[in-house]
């Protein structure tokens, strides 16, 4: 008997200890930690709760936990907390603003737990964290979010209606540049013919100088009214034999000397989704490109291949030709920029733009490779679908 009375005594001890120990790990938590009864009624608040609250024992013992919502949201949290304890859940974490009993408004983070009897809820017990300074910055980061998708709105219609203007404008004076250049060129032609034994060498020089230039003028011409062109075309979607293209593209373009002197090589090329028109556009710009700085060398051979990487299929035409240096790769696709001056090698400084302009509205990229004198590999990706 004796020993079952110094068991008993050591368990109550144990008990003791135990609960103590809840008692000081409750009492000294950095959370809010309080129980209520099966009403929502307060049994227990600790310490942090009394200090971040305001209220006092007396205060807070009795009170009813909505009590501590903001107004606005007393009905939500009610139906909340109904939904998931009555409708078979067993914890639950809810966000919401709080209010002191000063008045001030503050968020708290609260996961609640029921308190079972014989499969009876007999209260509530929860844990609940002051969480404002997460709430504040998310806050921030939101309307910094939206007033910068709405800058980059307004940049985007700004820029499109800069772009349509300049569209607008490139064709505009295309048009307005074609007939006096065409008058010049005619009357060039007929001073040619009808005074050409009356002039001397100077005066057929002057002539030959301004039929040259014009000729110029209208390649340039004709160079923007296709830029524009790739801009507003619609895309007409359709499945290309890109090894088929390139070949014609290159026979159309290649003069007979061009097609005896240069070693041609055109490997399969993966099949592209796109539109062929402006597709052919880049396979005319890029060939030409290779077989006007290929022809001014003495071993001539031109390179086109493609291969397939994960959801892209990569294009290029590799050249013998003269090459550029890498510090320049930069600026080859810009609008009217030349590496090389028009007696090295004739150009208007707007093929490879077009030629960017139409992969970028497929989707795609492009890039190239370059050593001086040692030629030049120019590549473009398109999506696989």
């Not at 009795?62 to 107004?71: I, Q, V």
């Not at 109904?82 to 966000?95: D, I, K, M, R, V």
């Not at 979010?145 to 064709?171: C, G, M, P």
């Amino acid at each position: 008997m004796q020993s079952q009375e110094t068991n008993l005594q050591a368990l109550y001890e144990k008990l003791l200890e135990s609960e103590e120990k809840y008692r000081r790990f409750v009492e000294n938590a950095a959370d809010i930690i309080y129980r209520t009864d099966g009403e929502g009624r307060f049994i227990y608040v600790n310490p942090v709760g009394k200090r971040i609250f305001g209220y006092s024992e007396s205060e807070f013992i009795g009170k009813h936990y909505l009590e501590l919502f903001h107004p606005d949201f007393r009905n939500k949290a009610r139906q909340f907390y109904a939904t998931q304890f009555f409708g078979g859940q067993y914890s639950s974490y809810l966000e919401f603003p709080a209010v002191t009993k000063e008045g001030k408004q503050f968020w708290l983070g609260q996961n609640v737990q029921p308190l079972m009897e014989n499969g009876q809820i007999m209260g509530f017990q929860a844990v609940a964290r002051d969480i404002t300074d997460r709430v504040i910055a998310e806050e921030e980061v939101q309307k910094l979010n939206a007033e910068l998708e709405l800058r980059v709105a307004e940049r985007t219609i700004q820029l499109e209606n800069a772009n349509k203007e300049l569209e607008a404008f490139s064709h505009s004076v295309s048009h307005d540049l074609r007939a006096p250049l065409l008058a010049i060129n005619g009357f060039t032609q007929f001073l040619s013919m009808h005074l050409g034994e009356k002039l001397d060498d100077e005066g057929k020089r002057l002539l030959s100088v301004i039929k040259t230039n014009t000729q110029t003028m209208q390649h340039l011409v004709s160079s923007l009214l296709m830029l524009s062109k790739t801009n507003k075309k619609e895309l007409e979607t359709v499945t290309i034999d890109m090894t088929a293209l390139a070949q014609a593209t290159y026979k159309e373009i290649a003069s007979p000397e061009a097609q005896q002197k240069i070693i041609l090589t055109i490997s399969p090329l993966p099949q592209a989704n796109g539109d062929q028109m402006l597709l052919r556009q880049v396979w005319s710009n890029l060939l030409s490109n290779a077989i006007k700085f290929t022809l001014a060398k003495d071993e001539c051979a031109i390179v086109v291949g493609g291969r397939i990487e994960e959801n892209k299929n990569i294009y290029f035409i590799k050249d013998s030709g003269a090459g550029f240096d890498m510090k320049d790769a930069g600026k080859l696709f810009g609008v009217f920029s030349r590496l090389h001056t028009d007696d090295e090698f004739e150009g208007t400084g707007i093929g490879l733009s077009i030629v960017r302009r139409v992969i970028h509205r497929h989707r795609g990229e492009v890039w190239a490779e370059g050593e001086v004198g040692k030629g030049a590999t120019f590549y473009f990706s398109l999506p696989k679908e």
